[in-house]
């Protein structure tokens, strides 16, 4: 089965909408009982989405932590800066490279915010899932949100 790999372009100018943004996907993506890994490029983008899943509506409860620490059995949404061996649902993917072993997720999703340096990154990503035979599509929000 090949990964499916989306890509979700939004009106966002600056990095912080397109953090809020993935927020927003991931506790979608928690609703519908998914266990999610947030990829962060390092510690300080780390943190910073940790923090945002605490505040970023409120209304919303995405129970989360960073790989290795907090419960067990973890729950259900985990965030770090390397992939873990284990988890298989659904990749959040906020670096800048492609991780080997990303094959090992069902689903990547990547937020593209109107930034010309993010934009050509995710190009440079989506030819090389491509050529790599992930299933890929491609969502226009630039005028609606999720």
Known sequence: M??????????????D??????????????RHQHKIFILCEDSAQA????????????TSFVP????????????????????PQQHRDILVLLCNNIPAGFERFN????????????????????RSFRSQGCVLKSHDLQTSQV
């Open 17 to 30: 909408g397109r953090l809020r943004f993935a927020c927003r996907i991931i506790e979608k993506a928690y």
């Open 2 to 15: 090949s990964t499916r790999v989306d890509f979700y372009l939004i009106d966002a100018k600056h990095v």
């Open 47 to 58: 943190n910073t989405i940790d923090e945002l899943l605490w505040i970023f509506a409120d």
């Open 64 to 83: 989360h932590n960073f790989i290795g620490e907090g419960p067990t059995p973890p729950p259900p949404v985990q965030i770090g800066t390397s992939l």
């Open 107 to 126: 689903r990547i999703i990547e937020v593209i915010h109107q930034e010309e340096s993010v934009k050509n990154q995710a190009r440079e990503h989506y």
